[in-house]
């Protein structure tokens, strides 16, 4: 069974803050990590894709891979009240199957 | 999850009655698979489909069956519904499987009394 490990939070940063989220995994021959953001009573939606070691950058959102220590992270820049949400991480578990991590609580203070 | 819908959105029921779920797209995407969502437990997945009456078990399929007699639609039942089966009910569909990227639906929240 592939794990996704990710600390239940909740984080709590300040608005203007980078918020950094992180996500282990345990299957090292894992290749492509997804980031979703769920507010609270809604559906999971996908918000970053990353394939590759290195940074992913789109807007305030930045993704890092790092396939040798088996992380991923999602670091939000300039964090606003509107990002207070669940983030989940998720990796492919099998033939068109992702599996996710519990979610990590980001709650941003005006 | 603009084109993406399930109903019912809300359902109470009682022990041992048979539950169906629905989700029915208008992306025309291939793959589509039903989620539950716990608390402590985040997402699992229950069954999915590869294609028209193709579909396979996931991690928690146990009391839970589903069918895919077109495309668009993906049908969940609970064939005798039990109060560990309260649970908020997730759809997601899938372009391509190389691709791994999932939309969901807005979700059916089950409560089994």
């Known amino acids: 069974q592939k794990e996704v490990e990710q600390n239940s939070g909740p984080l709590s940063v300040p608005e203007g803050a980078i918020a950094s989220l992180n996500c282990t995994y345990s299957?090292?021959?894992?290749?492509?990590f997804f980031w979703y953001r769920q507010y609270s009573g809604k559906s999971p939606e996908l918000i970053m894709s990353i394939y590759s070691n290195g940074d992913k950058e789109d807007g305030r959102f930045t993704a890092q891979l790092n396939k040798a220590s088996q992380y991923v992270s999602l670091l939000i820049r300039d964090s606003q009240p509107s990002d207070s949400a669940t983030y989940l991480c998720?990796?492919?578990?099998?033939?068109?199957?992702?599996?996710f991590g519990k979610g990590t609580m980001l709650l941003v203070s005006p | 999850d603009a084109g993406i819908t399930q109903s019912p959105r809300h359902k109470v029921t009682e022990t041992g009655t048979p539950v169906t779920l629905r989700c029915h797209q208008t992306?025309?995407?291939?793959?589509m698979y039903w989620y539950r969502q716990d608390p402590g437990h985040g997402l699992r997945l229950i069954h999915y489909s590869y294609g028209v009456k193709d579909t396979d078990k996931g991690e928690v399929s146990d009391g839970y069956s589903v069918s895919r007699s077109k495309t668009e639609d993906f049908l969940l039942t609970l064939e005798s519904a039990t109060s560990s089966q309260t649970s908020v009910y997730f759809c997601a569909i899938s372009e391509t499987a190389s691709s791994y990227e999932q939309y969901f639906g807005p979700g059916t929240r089950l409560t089994v009394t």
């Open positions: 998720a990796v492919p578990s099998g033939y068109s199957t992702l599996t």
């Open positions: 299957d090292r021959g894992s290749q492509s």
């Open positions: 992306e025309n995407h291939r793959y």
